[in-house]
């Protein structure tokens, strides 16, 4: 049995506290990870606060991991002690169902959450099956890659799904712990990138980061300047917005896909989409096989996210600084 130091709350909303528990015998699939750095995602914090009505207490949060190896289950080939690996969002799948067996493990009925009734990466230990540690590229980052296996690969996703092309223009809504990494990734992929924001004092930095241009998104004539003109549009806010506006900033077969949990209904006009063959679609992760190309990419062109680091001792810290939308871009918590 080994026991794990970790941070847990007892309630919504509560404080993280420290916390021990043990880990059953490691299952012949599983492997421990020896978490290095752990990031923070604003689905950590929807946890901690059970805006989605399924966390059980007491909860640790953390889906954004890399680490080592530290012990390996015997049906385990892949991995070794001491390789480093990556777990994000999803922990474990069936291996046997006709989504898994087709590669897309991301949409297998059974997914497991990292911290959806389990323990999560505020910890110095963390439990997966073999399929999701992610076998780290050599060179990377350890610092910054954490973030990548969640919000990364949620913004990747996507451009695979679409089809996107170096020579698309395309769009991105919302320039913050998902939209920063959309638009790095675009821009690498050879696109024209638009970034669309509500908040002028990121126009410069949102510049620097691979925009080709800023749209206010608040201004109703700025986004009607750029009417017919995108191929592609990633949502990455969770509000509603006037998305017939962004409809009408495609053009002909133009895809609106949107990666921000937005709560409430979408008003789509039908005759939008109809006129233009436009499309509106939606995606959570991805498969363990596409973050590693993800992973890969990200070593090749030096992408990586914005980060502050806090050590693991000042989580609570740390989660404040981030509910007050103070992050630029991502929290990087140093086990």
């Known amino acids: 049995m080994k026991k794990v130091k970790a941070y847990a709350a007892s309630e919504a909303g509560g404080q993280l506290k420290p916390f021990e528990y043990e880990l059953a015998e490691l299952g012949k699939d599983e492997v421990d990870i020896k978490v290095h750095y752990c990031g923070i995602c604003h689905s950590d914090l929807s946890m901690l606060n059970d805006e989605w009505g399924m966390t059980k207490y007491p909860f640790v949060p953390g889906h954004e991991i890399v680490g080592e190896v530290a012990a390996v289950g015997e049906n385990v080939k892949t991995l070794k002690l001491g390789d480093l690996v990556g777990l994000g969002w999803n922990s474990a799948s069936c291996m046997h169902c006709k989504q898994c067996m087709d590669g897309s493990h991301h949409l297998c009925n059974s997914v497991e959450g990292t911290i959806v009734g389990r323990h999560g990466g505020f910890a110095d230990y ?58 790095k990734f675009l821009n690498k992929w050879g696109c024209e990138v638009i970034a669309f924001s509500s908040n002028p004092d990121k126009k410069r930095q949102i510049l620097s980061m691979g925009a080709s241009k800023v749209i206010d998104s608040r201004n109703p004539d700025e986004l009607e300047s750029i009417a017919g003109c995108l191929d592609f549009i990633l949502n990455t806010t969770n509000v509603s917005l006037d998305w017939n506006a962004y409809l009408s900033a495609l053009g002909p077969k133009g895809r609106l896909h949107t990666v921000g949990a937005v709560l409430e209904p979408m008003a789509i006009p039908a005759f939008s989409l109809i006129m233009g063959e436009k499309s509106v679609a939606g995606s959570p992760l991805g498969s363990p096989a596409l973050t590693l190309k993800m992973l890969e990419f990200c070593v090749r062109h030096d992408i990586y996210p914005m980060v502050e680091e806090f050590p693991l001792s000042e989580v609570n810290e740390a989660m404040k600084h981030l509910e007050e939308g103070k992050a630029r871009y991502r929290i990087v918590l140093k086990v």
């Not at 050599?138 to 695979?160: H, S």
């Open 126 to 183: 963390v439990r997966g099956h073999w399929s999701w540690a992610i076998s780290l590229p050599e060179g990377i980052d350890m610092k910054k890659a954490g973030p990548l296996l969640c919000g990364g690969i949620t913004v990747f996703n996507p451009i695979i799904l679409a089809g996107v092309k170096a020579t698309d223009r395309v769009g991105v809504i919302g320039i913050g712990g998902l939209g920063h990494m959309a638009l």
